[in-house]
Structures are given as C-alpha cells and as structure tokens.
C-alpha cells in the first residue's frame, strides 16, 4: 500500500509540472551545450535557473540537473561547490531509492571517481566499498555497472600508486567488457588506456607498448583516424613513445594527427593546442628550437584567442609555452608567462589548489637557472610544504620531483647534507610510487650522483651514476634504429647529461686514485662510441640484402631525393625566401624517407644494443704482441674546488689500454690536460707541419704519456697498436710525432693501425683482405686531372698543394689544373696493367661527376683531383638574407666537404655541377669496396663529433660501403703526393698488405722529403 501511494504521489507531480518540464529540460539543454562552448558563466545561471524550477519537488529530475551542473563545476575546478551539490544528489537518492537500490550504489561509484580526481583516495575507497557488493548483487559480476565500478576503483589506486591493485581492477573491467561486448567497443577503449598508461609508470616497455598499439588499432576501428576520439588516444599513446625516446615516432604521428585536424570542418581546440604542445616540446627537447618556435608561436596565437573567454585554459597553455621559453634560453619571457599563469590560477583557484604548487615549482626552476639560489630555495620550500599538506602524507611523483628540485638546489648553495637528505627521500618516493625509471627520478639521481662525487663518496657516486648510464644506454638502444642519421646524433647529444655525471666521478675519483671500474666504462664505450655510424652501415646492410624488392626501390629512391637536395641547393635563384622554403620542406621530406626505411628494414626488428659486447671478445681479436688503445674524449659537468660546487670545463682523454694480458679489467690513462691539446698543442702542432720546422712539443703532449703506459704494460713493445681515436686525436696524424730524445718518428718505432672502434675489432676481426692475389677478380677505376673548365682552356694550379680556398668554392672560378694527378693515374695504370687488372680510366672531360656516380662495387677506386673543406659560416657573421641561406646550407658537415670533378667552373644546369659533396658521396655504390683513396687535400677533414670522429668524406666513403680509406689531414704537395701514390701501388701489388704498402710507401718518401709536411698528411681508416 506505501508503495503505490508513493507512485501516485510521483505521478502527480509528475502530471502537475507538465508545464514547466519543457523550461527546465530547456534550461539544462542550453546550460550543457554553454559549457561545452566554455561559456561557463552562461552556463552557471542557466543551470541555477533550472535547479531553482526544480527545487521544489527534488525528484529524479532535479538529481539529473544537479549532476549536470556538478560535473560543469568540477571541469571549472571549483571542486567546493560540486562537492555540496554531488552530496545533496547522495542524500536524495538515498532517501528516494534506499541505501540498497541500484541508482544509489552507482551514484557512490561517480561521487568516489569525483573524490579519486581531487586526491581524496580514503573517501573514495570507502564509497566504492559500499557501492560494489549492491551492485554485484542487483547486476551481477559480469555486468558493464559492475565493470565500471572496477575500472573507477582501479583509478584510485592508480592515482595512490598502488599499481598491483590498479592492475588487478583494469584487468577485471576489460576482461568483463570482453566478453559482453567484444574488444571493439569504445568502454574497452577508454579502460585499456589506462592500463596501457599504468604499465608506462611501471616501465615494462615491451608490454606497454605492444597493448597501446592494439589499444589504438581498436580506437582506429571504432572511429576512424580522422575522429577527435581516436586523437586523443594517440595522444597518449605519443606520450608514452615518447617517453622511451621513439622519437621519431612520436613526431611523424603528432604531424599526421594535427594535419586531419586542419583538415575538420570544426577540430577541438584543446586537443589541437596539446597535440601542438606536445610536438612543440619534442622539438624543443631534441635541440630543434627553430623548428619549436614556429609552433609556439601558433599556440601563442591560439591562446589569445583563449584569454578573455577560457582563462584556466589560456592560463595552463602559457604554462607550456614558459617551459619551452625556458629550453631556448628565452629566462625572462618565461618568467613572464609563468607569473601570469600562476595570477590567472590564484584569482580562479584560491592559494591551495595543486597546480599552484606546480608553477611554484616552475618559477623556482627558473630562478635557479639564472643562479638565483636563495629565491628558487624559498619558492621550491613552499612548494614542497604546500603539496605536503594536501597530500597528507600520502605519497606523489609532485611532491617527490618538488624534493628532488630542492636537493639540486642545494647542491649549488653547498648544503650538502640537506641536500643529501631530500635527495635520498625523494628517490625513495619514486621507487614506492614505481617510477624507478620516470624522467624526474633519473634526474633525482643524477643530483645524488653528482652530491657524492663533490663529497668524495665515489663508492656511492659510482652506484648512482651506473644506475642512470645503465637506462640511457637502454634507452638509446629502443630509439636509435628508428631515426635517421641526423636524429640519431640529435639523440645521443641530448641524452649527454647523463654520461657527463658519470664521466664527472671517473674524472674527480681518478684524482683520489679511486679503483675505476674499466670493465664496465669499457663495455659501454662499445655501444656508445661510433654507434650512428655503425648502425647507420647496417641499416644499409640489411636493407640491401634484405631481398625485399620495395624495400631496396624505396632506398634508392631516397638516395636519388638526396641527390635532388643536393641540386637543389647548388642552383641560383633570385627568390631566396622562397628557395629557403622548398629547401626546408625538401629536407623534411627525406629525412621522413629515411626514417621509414629505417623502421622498415630487417634491422629494425632484429638490431639492438643490448647484444653482447665485452672487452673479452675485443681481447679475444689480438696475437700475443698486440694491443689496444681506445681514447675516449669526455668533459665532466663538475669538479672538486676546496670542497665547493663548480662548474667544470676541462676536457679529460680517458685512454683504455687491452693486451693479450689483460686480466681483471683494461688499463687507464687519464690524460687531464685536454683543453690545452685541443688549442694550443694543436695549433703549434699544425704551425711546425705547415712552415716545415722542427717539432719538440707534440710527441710529449699526444704520445708520450701512451708510450710510458704502453712500456709498463709489455718493456719489449708490441708489434702491432689498434688504436681508435676521438677529439684532438681525429685531427693530428700520429706517424709525424717525433720522439726528441731519439729523433725518431712514430712512422718508424711503431706499427700504428688506426680503427673506428675496438667494436670493429669484434665484428670483423682483424685479418686484412690480401690484395696482391686475384688480380683477374678485380676492379679498378683510377679518376683523375678533372677539365674543371668544360668551355675553355684550364690553368695550371699556380701553388704546389692539391686544395683550393673556401672563396674558390663559393664563386666556382679559376680552379688550378694539377698535372701531377695525371702522372699519378697513369703510372698506377701502368702498374695494374702489369697485374691484368680490369681498370677503367677517367681523365679530363671524362672524370666527371655523371660517370663517377655510375661506378658500382669496384675492388679499388683511386680518386686524384682538388679536394677542400668549408668550415661552417658562424651565426654573428649572418648580415643578409644570402648569408642565411648559405648558413643554413652549411649547417650540414656532409655539404662543406668534397672533391672537384670536371665541369665544376662550368656546371650543366640540368645535369650535374661537378662537385661531388661528401653528402653525395654517402649515396655511392661501394659494397665490396676493399680500397678508397682520395688523393688530395684535406679528405680527411671534416666536423668532430664526441665519440662519432669525423663528418666528411672519410665517413661518406665508409658509410658508402668501402672497407678502408686513405685521405689527407692537411694540404698536400701534388709532387710528393704522386710519388707517395705511385710507390704505395706498387708495394701493394707486389704482395703487401695495404697498411704495409702504405707505410712503406711513407718511409720511402721520407727519405726523399725529410718534412712530415710531404710524407705524413695521408692517414689509413677502416678494416
């Protein structure tokens, strides 16, 4: 009887606000479609304008409206007044329903997710327990309430970092939506995002990213590509790659995602201005501040037009936008933007809201920055209080980051133990919070690192600083594959820091005659050193012998783009804006080919970093008198100064030692005086080659700290050094440095082989290829004594040397002939003649760049012409729009080097211009090639990059498959150079090896030009 008079009752009044339901449905339409325009203001009346019609009676509709207004609150962050609503929406369902009826038990549900979103984690936890077992009892365990209630309930403990039980509840949902609906459905979507987020926090790479992707091959069933709901899911899923440092990725998707939403008739601007944001950070972190400008200057436009209508918004972009100011160095601006974020958040917000707290933080990194210790001190301090006091001693990844930051700071006022204390505690939050691997954390012991080495505590500093080499190399080891050459040393430049605070204990412990531990430094120096270069030779490896057709037609399609570039930059034009423009998107262009290929080929999914590389399997490579010298240029980020913080600026050359008695680990050598070798040595190095003196300097400073070291390891000598160079080292030729006490050059008291890296040793031995038998099986090409003028008589070269000037190359006019080179060709001919070597001649008009960029896989190719190199044009020199383009066609190592080829004063404008850059060069066919030999000035020169050597021709020629190059350091004399050549091709042909030919070939120089300047400028690279 109770239960129908209620019903009569419901119909009543149901019946009696006929009249006004359509106002009130109006209300709410209106109010909901304001909002979502974010025209909250017009939204906050309109829906007190409803609730007010509705008070009244206080039945379900009066709960819809209520929960409608709530939730509009809640998107406003005015979490207060949502609150009083959501808990006057329980007490009506609660009196109306029952405390048993299924609509209270799924409202607990929403009121605990409104909780778990403002860190009320115990309030939410409490609902969810009354809540679950009504609605397991009323639905039943597989039901979508009850998934749902899973999936909220695994939101709250996501939030409290409790990932095992957040696992468990995300598993359960999605397991229930599986079998009512199928994976398809857009419930299993939203929740296997945020599994797929969780296993990011938990660093399980390989899981997390293998579920994303099948993640948003579902979201790209549901919706399609071009949908706001699919967009959003990649976005998250970019965070994650990026996370792991797949860079290029992340970028190509960001792209696509931003170019289908210009493409809307009506694109959500939020998600346009986070996929922008997002693109724009990866720019910015990756050192692209060119390119990060062009989209911040976008966002900055697109948050104008937020400022009056959506200030929280415009207020979290600009945000943004101050932390990418802050990459460019741009402190002030972003400064700027910060307070006004943080003014915006204050009035809206009130004092206490947690993003307060955030752009605290921000503003104290900034004053940090510009070494303003005791305000960023203060600022992190308030922070930190803030977010303790609203976390209530619950631990999260902001209050532990806001700690580590304090601990830095710290660190530069010299507050150590304070710095200790924060530091230690922060880092035992990120491991509760199980963000051992999180970016905040690395950086957090990266501080601690650096905190122990100024304290002398190596054993500790060394633990630290292991532990982030350890990631960043695994790090690497996932991104390197995927990009193309110019981001893979992009990458590794960025990923510096790290290997700096490890390089910075080795150099401060040393002192202290701290026990280095050799073995593994060494180790990861054979993934480290020389590792674009070696991967980027595989990728072409495995692309070529891939056996795909459209693999292989796609890289030479690349190759032949490449080749367009190069024309392209090489052409006049009177619309320099404009050439700019095609330039920059030319680039682009291949630099996306070349990602694809590089993803595409066999290499991206068998290739890794993680392969066995010991400093065993080097030793296993040498006879019993051999032994390995692999230098290693680093420069600390710190120093010990009387127990004080400072910054370091000295270059260190670690120097690893390995004999066929290396026990325990390799020897070191730390050679401390490295800002001097790379300056002063070296310019009197080069002084005393260029005027022909004598040198009493050089071998003290480059070889006799080695030779000492080398002595105490064996008092006999060795036959043989394989020594792999980087720095300074790059740039002198070792067989010049003269012994002053004993007169005698390294050329003569030692057998010097220079290799890339002791990793060459491992994967190709150390056996040489015999050239003085087969003779029937090779082929040669000897090119030489180029017609640089196609259109008139050429000049005979007025100097002695084999290199032209920087203007030469520049105006392209009054290129000197060199009659040494056609002596030189023709009498190797001759020699080759006597071997029956198939050998194919190219002089004058024939030693054009068409017919050099058509010789496939020779055995030998010998290149005799003018060579040069450019350095780059520097940024204050930039005064016109030519210049700026010139610059930016400099920027690339591989275009200021090359050789000059018939026709280059008189280039075919739709053919070839006759200069063959050592970027053209890249693209040659020379799998095979046992033996280069550019045979002119400065082949050998070229951008020095830490532990990747040198960007020129000599790394086009590898890189284009030759086994081993011989090239010059300096300017060469065209007559010594042809008796050097010519002598070299006869010792090898008679039966020794090249590296022996070659040497003998010096000596024999020698005794004709005593001057190293004649005989030593030629170095041999490679196998």
Known sequence: MQKLTLIFVFLFLISFSTKAQSTWQELDSMAQEAATNKQFKTADTLFQQAIALLSVERDTNYAEVADNYAYILFLQNRFAEAEVLLLDIKDFKATYFGKEHIEYALFCTNLAFFYSKTNRYQDAILLHREARPIIEKVKGKYSPEYAESCNKLAIVYHKMRKLQEAESYYQQALSIYEKLTGKIHPRYLNIGVNLATLYQERNNSERELDFFKEILQIGEQLYGKSHVAYLSVLSRYVKIITHWGIIAEAEILLREALEMMNQMEEKNEDLYIELTSQLAHLYASQGMYKRAEELIQELINLTDNQKAQNPMDYASNINNIAILRIYQLKYEEALALYEESLAIYRATLGDEHPFINTLLNNIAGYYQTIQNYTVADSLFRIALRKNEELSKGISNESTANVMSNLGSCLIYQSKYDEAEDYLLRSSKMFQELGLRQSEHHMNCLRYLAQLYTLRKKYQDAEKYAKILLDVQVKKISNIVPLLSEKERLRFIQFSGAFFKTYYSFIANSYKDDYQIDTKYLYNKMLIYKGLVFSSLRKTKKSILNSGDSTLIENFKTWQFEKDQLVKLQSEESTNLKLKNEQLKQKMQEINDMERKLSRKSALFAKYTLQQELDWKKAKAQLKRKEVIVDILRIVPDISIDKNKFMLRTDTLYIVLFITPKTKKQPDILVLENGSNLETKHLNYYKRTIEFKIEDQNSYNQYWKPIQNKLEELRKNGFDKIYFSPDGVYHQISLNTLQNPETGEFLLESQNIQLIGTSRDLIELGTSETDLSQNFEDYRAYLLGYPTYNLEGEGTESEGEDRSFSS?????????????????????????????????????????????????????????????????????????????????????????????????????????????????????????NTELVVLSACETGLGDIQNGEGVFGLQRAFQQAGAKTVLMSLWKVSDEATQLLMTEFYKNLLSGKSKRAAFKAAQLSLKAKFPEPYFWGAFVMVGE
Request: proline fraction near 5%.
């Open 807 to 927: 203007l030469q190359r520049i105006i392209g006019q009054n290129i000197g002939l060199l009659p040494g080179t056609k002596t030189e060709i023709e009498a190797i001919q001759g020699y080759f003649k006597q071997k029956n070597i198939k050998t194919q001649v190219l002089l004058e008009a024939d030693a054009n760049e068409e017919n050099f960029k058509n010789i496939i896989s020779p055995t030998i190719l010998h290149v005799a012409t003018h060579g040069f190199f450019v350095p780059q044009i520097k940024e204050s020199e930039v005064q016109t729009m030519q210049d700026a383009v010139n610059r930016n066609l400099l920027e690339n190592p591989f275009m200021r080097s090359g050789l000059l080829l018939a026709g280059c004063e008189t280039p075919n404008p739709e053919g070839e211009d006759g200069v063959l850059t050592a970027e053209e060069a890249m693209n040659l066919s020379l799998e």
